[in-house]
C-alpha cells in the first residue's frame, strides 16, 4: 500500500514559470551559470546560488544556506512564487524530441521508505545524506522531485488522459526543445481516485533520487525528535515526488573509462581477458552488443566484441546477471585492480547518448587506456535486484526523464 497525498504547492505564476523553473544547478558549467545568473532575473539559480547577488560564489555550508532561504523568501515577497490554496496534485508532461513522459506529482511517504514500500536500487553517501539534511533543514523546502516508478495503472491514467484532454496551466518549451504541460489536479473525487490507486500499490521504486530521499528521512526523524506535539501528518514526515508509470521510464547504460591497465601491457591484458570472454578484433568497426552478457571494448585504437564464457563464470544470484556487475568481477577487479569502483581517479562514468564514439574518442585522446560499453539495464532487472534486497553498482543505470527545478516546490 503505497501512501500518496495531494500538496499545497509553491509555483511559479503562469506568466514567469519559462524564466523561473531551471535544470538542476549541479549539470551547469560555470559560465553557463554566470551566463544564466546575469541574463535572467527570475531564474531559480539565484535562490540556489544566492552569493551572486553580492558578487560572492564561494559562499558554503550553513552560511549559504540560510541565504538560499533569505532568496526564496524574496521571490515569495516579490509575488513569482504564490502558494496555492487547496491541496492538489500535479499531472507534469515532459516531451523531448525522442521521447515523452507523463506523471503525477505529490507528496510520498517517509513511512513507506522505511517500511520499503519505497524501494531503492542504489546506495547512498552518508557524508552527502547529511549535507542535503541540513540544506532542507535550513531552507524550509525541496524544489526538485524525486523520482519514482510504478505498475502502470489503468484508474490513475484515465485521471491523467482526462486532464490531459484541457488547457494546461502551464504551457512553455525551453532551448533544449523539450516541452512542458502542467495541469493542476483539485477536483475531490479524481484526488480520490489517485489516491486509491496508488493504495493498492504494494511498492513504488526510485528510479532517481537516493540521496534526496534518503535525506528527506533523516530530516524527518531529527524534526519528530524536536516536536514535542508530533502527529505523523506534519508536512516533514513526506516528500515531494514524481510518480511515473514503468513503461514510460527510459533507462540509458553509463560507459566506462579507465586511466591505466594496472601495469599491462595491451597484449597481457587481452591474454586475461580471454579466461573469461571469447574475444572478437572488430577494428574500426563500432561494435554494438546485441545481447545480455556482451561488451564493447576499445583498446590500442581498436574496438573488440567481449562475449562472456557461461561455464567461466557463476550466475549465484539476481545482482551476478547484472552486466555491469559482471565488468566488475570480471575485469575491473581481479584484472585491472579497481577495487573501489567509486574511485574517480581510476575511473570515469559518462553517459552521452548524441556521441556514439565516446568509447574511442576518449581513449584516443591519452586521457584513458581501455573503455567498455554494454546494453542498458532493464526496468526488469532493476526491480529483480531491489526485490531481492540487492543494491546495483555505481552509474549502472542512467535514467530519464530529468527533472527541472522549482516547477512545483514542497515546503516542510
Not at 581510476?346 to 576518449?362: A, F, G, N, W
Amino acid at each position: 500500500m503505497a501512501i500518496v497525498k495531494p500538496f499545497k504547492a509553491v509555483r511559479a505564476t503562469r506568466d514567469k514559470v519559462a524564466m523561473v523553473s531551471s535544470k538542476s544547478y549541479e549539470i551547469y558549467s560555470q559560465e553557463m551559470l554566470n551566463a544564466k545568473l546575469a541574463f535572467n532575473p527570475y531564474t531559480f539559480l539565484h535562490v540556489i546560488n544566492p552569493g551572486y547577488k553580492y558578487h560572492k560564489q564561494d559562499i558554503t555550508g550553513d552560511q549559504r544556506f540560510k541565504l538560499v532561504h533569505n532568496r526564496y523568501l524574496e521571490f515569495k515577497e516579490d509575488g513569482i512564487f504564490t502558494k496555492d490554496k487547496t491541496p492538489g496534485f500535479y499531472i507534469y508532461q515532459k516531451t523531448t524530441p525522442t521521447n515523452s513522459f507523463c506523471g503525477i506529482i505529490a507528496a510520498t511517504s517517509v513511512e513507506d521508505y522505511h517500511n520499503n514500500n519505497i524501494k531503492k536500487h542504489e546506495g547512498t553517501l552518508k557524508e552527502r545524506e547529511l549535507l542535503f539534511e541540513t540544506y532542507l533543514k535550513n531552507t524550509g523546502f525541496n524544489a526538485e522531485p524525486v523520482l519514482l516508478t510504478y505498475p502502470d495503472n489503468d484508474s490513475i491514467t484515465s485521471v491523467i488522459e482526462k486532464y490531459r484532454a484541457n488547457r494546461a496551466e502551464y504551457e512553455f518549451s525551453t532551448t533544449d526543445k523539450d516541452a512542458h504541460l502542467l495541469w493542476l489536479v483539485d477536483d475531490k473525487n479524481d484526488i480520490e481516485q489517485i489516491t486509491n490507486a496508488f493504495a493498492e500499490i504494494n511498492t513504488l521504486y526510485i528510479a532517481d533520487g537516493h540521496h534526496r530521499s534518503t535525506s528527506s528521512c533523516l530530516l524527518a526523524k531529527n524534526l519528530a525528535k524536536e516536536n514535542l506535539k508530533h502527529t505523523g501528518n506534519e508536512n516533514y514526515n513526506f516528500f515531494m515526488s514524481y510518480l511515473l508509470p514503468e513503461s514510460q521510464l527510459s533507462i540509458y547504460e553509463f560507459n566506462r573509462f579507465i586511466k591505466d591497465l594496472n601495469g599491462l601491457t595491451p597484449e597481457e591484458f587481452l591474454i586475461e581477458l580471454d579466461a573469461f570472454f571469447r574475444i572478437e578484433n572488430r577494428g574500426q568497426e563500432l561494435y554494438r552488443p546485441k545481447e545480455k552478457h556482451q561488451f564493447t571494448m576499445y583498446l590500442n585504437g581498436e574496438f573488440y566484441a567481449l562475449h562472456l564464457r557461461k561455464s567461466a563464470y557463476e550466475f549465484t544470484d539476481t545482482l551476478s546477471k547484472l552486466d555491469a556487475q559482471i565488468l566488475y568481477q570480471t575485469i575491473l577487479k581481479p584484472i585491472l585492480g579497481l577495487k573501489d569502483i567509486r574511485n574517480a581517479s581510476k575511473i570515469l562514468y559518462s553517459q552521452d547518448k548524441s556521441d556514439s564514439l565516446e568509447l574511442k574518442t576518449k581513449v584516443d585522446s591519452g586521457d584513458f587506456k581501455v573503455s567498455f560499453g554494454m546494453l542498458p539495464t532493464t526496468i526488469n532487472e532493476l526491480k529483480e535486484i531491489v526485490d531481492a534486497d540487492m543494491l546495483m553498482p555505481p552509474k549502472t543505470t542512467y535514467i530519464e526523464p530529468k527533472l527541472r527545478s522549482a516547477l512545483t516546490i514542497y515546503e516542510f
